[in-house]
């Protein structure tokens, strides 16, 4: 059967339906149940979030990359850490990262928990050596032992890394984006999306977007925590894009298994915000919407989607840009009479 | 006649007058005529202020060095930019700023109008090549187009570095930390300092700091904007600390006006929230406070402080550190469906 024919008939048979398959952002993520969220956690997490100080020369925060005033990433092609390096892929968003299954371009994190811990020591982050040393500056600083103690009040010990990173991630799970257009939409505001925005939206349906891009964070669907939506990108190579974009070189979940079938498979990112978070695709290369839909147009479902097409999507891909809650900055807490920093 | 017993007799002489000459610090800072505040010109200057789309890559703003989170400086030896450079000086810390008749540490800029256009196009900071690039950089965002226009309404063309500048110069006027405990204790509650900080504080009065760091700001009184105050450091060259810390090798003023007497002369920087400012000086060699004091003591006063001096003077300046006052994260505004930062 002719592939365009098939998808128009699918539009036909499907389009009454489709709305039913959308579904709107909670408003809260998923908590574990070992990390419970309270208001002290929170306020630890979101300040050592910006802490650069957890950086091995003091330049360095989780914000820096994962900037939560911007978009949640960093708008360039690739994160930036200590030194001046560059690191080999773009800064995924932290905005709704608490919905995903798993965490990293790559997955090779389970949790936020997990997810965490990684870029503090990783050499082209925040560079430092060991966990242990991030302990260990952390300690001595005043207003964090105390805060510590009052968030993990059981705990004889209450600095560790874990605790580090439960903190962060209590913050990170507040970081939601709701009332988009597009929920307002599903939740029965017929008018938050103009008709253009309604064609694009059956469009990303019916020619098979949302197969990967599906459920509330159209970042996969019905996934326990740590089974990732991997999916291979290029679906099917050999298209001018692998060359111009450079979409092959990284491996991506291999990298992190090792197992050949993994090569070239990601983790479907979010579509939340995607508009407002270019450049593109986990190396950063394309820098504008329209490329990025036509690119996966033809890795994905092997279609060279007309221009009108392409603005249909980009359209509804506008409507996901959500509602950024206002945030009071953290104030970091201080060394009375010395500095903690060195400069490596 | 002996130094000592001079300081000594005019400690007896003028204890009684002491606290008349110390000045609480004004809930305002002084606004140009030229730039007068507004909220909305307040809320942009802060936008811009956190932007690190204003440096070359992207990945240093205003707030890199002069984090607002924690006191105003990177608590770094010297200031670090794009691609990992570092600068040769400490960043100063931007809180009360604004109270500051010339900026930087060599007063190279007269208001902070002229201060916020340095670092933008300083190579080791935020690089750009021209301020012409950082204006066609913020034309490019819509956010800040409808900004420009509302903040500067009667402007035919409002997007300018000047007014760049005048904004982030207007945001950083409101950085002010007033209801420090030695405020508190101007303003007459007598219980807000305790006898080690009171001591302290006569002891830096009669010795002779306050004779540099007077005024409200401690950084010198009655001196008009751009009639800096600058001050030898070493005033008296030749102590085991000059090379300990290497206090001679960069000659401050003198390198903006090469004239010969203004050879290693600063301007004097204020105490405000200094406890808390660590590392010290203009290179940031010095890691602790009780390590500067006793190094100011000795090359501006020839004098070996006694450790109980010394604990009194840094008791006292703990009481400097102000209240920071809990501020909104701005959001950055976004570019639909592109991208503006470049890789270089």
Redesign the interface.
Known sequence: MNKRFFFSTLLLLTSASVFAEFKALPDKAPVPKDNPMTPEKIELGKMLY?D??LSM???ISCN?CH?????GG?????G?G?????GGRGSPTVWNSAFYSVQFWDGRAVTLEDQAKGPLVNGVEMGMSSHDLVIERVRQIPGYISAFKKVFPKEKNPLTIDNVAKAIASYERTLITPNSPFDKFIKGNKKSLNPQQIRGMKLVDSIGCTSCHAGENFSGEGFALGEGNFQPFPQIPGSKFDKMYDLTSDLGRYEVTKNPEDKNKWRVPTWRNV??S??YFHN?KV????EAVRVMGKTQLDMDLNDAQVADI?AFL?SL?GE?P???????P????????P?P
Chains 1, 2 share one sequence.
């Open positions: 910006f650069p100080r020369d003091g330049t820096s900037n939560v005033m911007f978009h960093d708008g360039r092609p690739v930036a200590i030194h001046g390096q560059r508009a407002i270019a450049p950063g820098k504008t919407l329209d980009v506008n840009t950024f206002k945030q009071t900055m953290p104030l970091l201080h060394t009375p009479n010395f500095s903690i920093t400069d």
